[in-house]
């Protein structure tokens, strides 16, 4: 016989856990990956922190804006835990990511409500970490010699259905730049590719549950080189050509990448692949070599501008998207000049932009020579503007274009459904009367693309669902 408990006694009441990530995309997969880990933990997700049995903080330690947040967020935490501690409920509070990574166990020193710490590369040991948190402050930050990775569950078809038809895939962790401003090398480690057959396991499992686009992630992730199962070491555009045969999956993208591993073969991939979207995302930084030299960039700008030329000769519609940061120490005006002007030369489809933050333990940490404050907010203004003069002119280009988009949900208004063209341009567009949204969700459609409206396209739809699965101009 079966006991039935009333559905608010808490002994039945599944657990609750609420993830909050900041920072990058890779944050955002985590996130995803963990609570896959704590669904099967019994664990339901939940939008609203101050109703959970669980908090995971995923956090960014990029910037010091980025790490900060995350102190005044468990103070926020840190009030509601008591509140509920008074009520007889238990409340765990976890710090995950980059500052996890950075900072370990000064976290709890310095926020002692904080229970757990776990660094990016221990996810995988969870829910053992959780069970020893109940009793004691836990730290893990090492760089277990397992892989994470064979030890998250593959998520359900459930699960990735959920999440929509674009999803990411992590192919290679780390970084072995060690750009001088930079503290991924240090949180997240040395650069470490996954193995083919993993990769590809995990892509075919995806496209079964319906997903139509993949982006590939990874810190340097075009320094990609996985093992295959024949011992053979494949290259980010090797992958890419095997990814594009798995069947249902109708586009490919990675991100991020630096210009010194943009081989050849990556190129002639944007050329070759029709499901490999017209869109790179290649971070140059900056635009002086003095600075590029000082920031151990180990690129000069010519080198970006060659890579920018040869792919667009190839691949003339490309997106070009980049990073970039102003006031590096010793930057000078003609320095950031030269910023600007590589800025005029390339022409941005978007890009985004931070005023340089010395975070610990980095090389250019220790350099003098500081830009002042209100001269890094003046560049940071004119760069800005600069990049949004192109990328408007790039989004305004688009209009009157039909372009192929992929619907992933629901757009802001009723009977309107919202998707990516294949340069990630948000689309709306109305469906036709009488359709369910649902209908559309994961179809691909030429949509022709009428007008822009604050930051986004509007179109209507010229093609039946499904007739255009291809990515770049339709006309
Ligand atoms: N200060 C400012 N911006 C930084 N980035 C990385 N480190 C720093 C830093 N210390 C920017 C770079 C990078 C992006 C993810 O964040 O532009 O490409
Ligand atoms: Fe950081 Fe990217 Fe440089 Fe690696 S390549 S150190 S992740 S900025």
């Not at 970039?324 to 978007?350: K, L």
Request: aromatic share 6%; charged share 25%.
């Amino acid at each position: 016989m079966t006991v039935q408990f009333p559905p608010d006694n808490p002994e039945r009441r599944a657990k609750r856990a609420h993830i909050k990530s900041f920072g990058c995309q890779m944050n955002v997969h985590d996130a995803e990956r963990m609570a896959d880990l704590l669904a099967r933990e019994g664990y339901e997700a939940t939008e609203n922190a101050d109703d959970a049995d669980l908090v995971i903080l995923n956090t960014c330690h990029i910037r010091e804006k980025a790490a900060e947040k995350v102190y005044s967020e468990i103070g926020r935490l840190r009030v509601r835990k008591e509140e509920r501690a008074a009520q007889g409920k238990e409340t765990l509070i976890a710090v995950a990511g980059c500052v996890a990574q950075a900072e370990g166990g000064e976290i709890i020193r310095r926020a002692p409500t904080v229970d757990l710490v776990v660094g990016p590369q221990s996810y995988h040991r969870l829910p053992d970490l959780l069970k020893d948190a109940r009793g004691r402050k836990t730290i893990d930050t090492d760089f277990p010699d397992e892989d994470k990775f064979d030890h998250l569950p593959l998520p359900s078809k459930k699960r990735l259905m959920a999440r929509g038809p674009s999803a990411f895939l992590t192919v290679q962790e780390g970084c072995d730049k060690f750009c001088s401003f930079c503290v991924v090398p240090f949180t997240r480690g040395a650069e470490v590719s996954r193995p083919v057959e993993a990769v590809l396991a995990e892509a075919n499992s995806m496209a079964e549950a319906g997903v139509k686009e993949i982006m590939l992630l990874g810190q340097n992730v075009n320094a990609y080189h996985g093992v295959a199962p024949d011992g053979s070491v494949w290259s980010l555009a090797g992958l890419l050509e095997s990814l594009s045969e798995i069947d249902g999956l109708a586009r490919l993208r990675y991100a991020t990448s630096h210009p010194r591993d943009m081989d050849e073969a990556l190129i002639l991939a944007h050329r070759d692949l029709p499901k490999l979207m017209p869109y790179l995302h290649l971070p140059v930084q900056a635009g002086s070599d003095r600075i590029l030299r000082a920031m151990n960039r180990k690129h000069k700008a010519a080198d970006y501008l060659r890579i920018i030329e040869r792919v667009r000769s190839l691949r003339p519609d490309i997106a070009i998207t980049s990073d970039f940061i102003v006031g590096f120490p010793g930057e000078t005006d003609a320095d950031f000049e030269d910023t600007m002007r590589i800025v005029r030369e390339v022409g941005f489809a978007t890009a985004y932009s931070f005023k340089y933050s010395a975070r610990p333990g980095t090389k250019a940490a220790e350099a003098g020579d500081a830009v002042p404050e209100a001269v890094k907010t003046a560049r940071l203004h004119a760069l800005q503007a600069l990049l949004l003069e192109q990328q408007n002119a790039f989004n305004a280009a688009t209009i009157g274009r039909t372009v192929p988009v992929l619907f992933e949900k629901p757009g802001r208004h009723a009977g309107q459904v919202a998707g990516k063209s294949p340069y990630l341009q948000a689309v709306h567009v109305d469906i036709p009367k009488g359709d369910e949204i649902s209908a559309w969700l994961g179809r691909i459609a030429d949509v022709r693309i009428t007008e822009l409206r604050s930051n986004s396209l509007h179109g209507e739809i010229v093609s039946p669902v499904g007739e255009a699965d291809r990515g770049g101009w339709a006309a």
